[in-house]
């Protein structure tokens, strides 16, 4: 089992920037791909950000330029720096891991419990 814990939204004023953390315990023997969602009330949950344990990073469009999504391998930790936000921006952000168990060539897909990211205008 793998465990995340997410850390660092809240409240900024439009404009301004926030650092999303998200650490992996557990069990851990592989993590192929870390990235972060987002959930806006009433709407989906939409990918913002993910990147590979080789470091190729994807974006949305809606954040190219703004966020840079970023992860250090030996603390199983992903982060997401966000510079310029817009009320769009809120809403609820997940992390999320791909995990290869010991012994399995499987990859199991975790969640975190989510961070609440508010933007006022």
């Known amino acids: 089992q793998v465990q995340l814990v997410e850390s660092g939204g809240g409240l900024v004023q439009s404009g301004g920037s926030l650092r999303l953390s998200c650490a992996a315990s557990?069990?851990?023997?592989?993590?192929?791909?870390m990235g972060w969602y987002r959930q806006a009330p009433g709407k989906q949950r939409e990918l913002v950000a993910r990147?590979?344990?080789?470091?190729?990073?994807n974006y949305a469009d809606s954040v190219k330029g703004r966020f840079t999504i970023s992860r250090d391998n030996a603390k199983n930790t992903v982060y997401l720096q966000m510079i310029s936000l817009k009320p769009e921006d809120t809403g609820v952000y997940y992390c999320?891991?791909?995990?290869?168990?010991?012994?399995?060539?499987?990859?199991?897909?975790?969640w975190g419990q989510g961070t609440q990211v508010t933007v006022s205008s």
């Open positions: 999320n891991v791909d995990h290869k168990p010991w012994g399995s060539s499987r990859l199991y897909d975790y």
């Open positions: 990147i590979t344990s080789g470091g190729t990073t």
């Open positions: 557990g069990r851990i023997n592989s993590i192929n791909v």
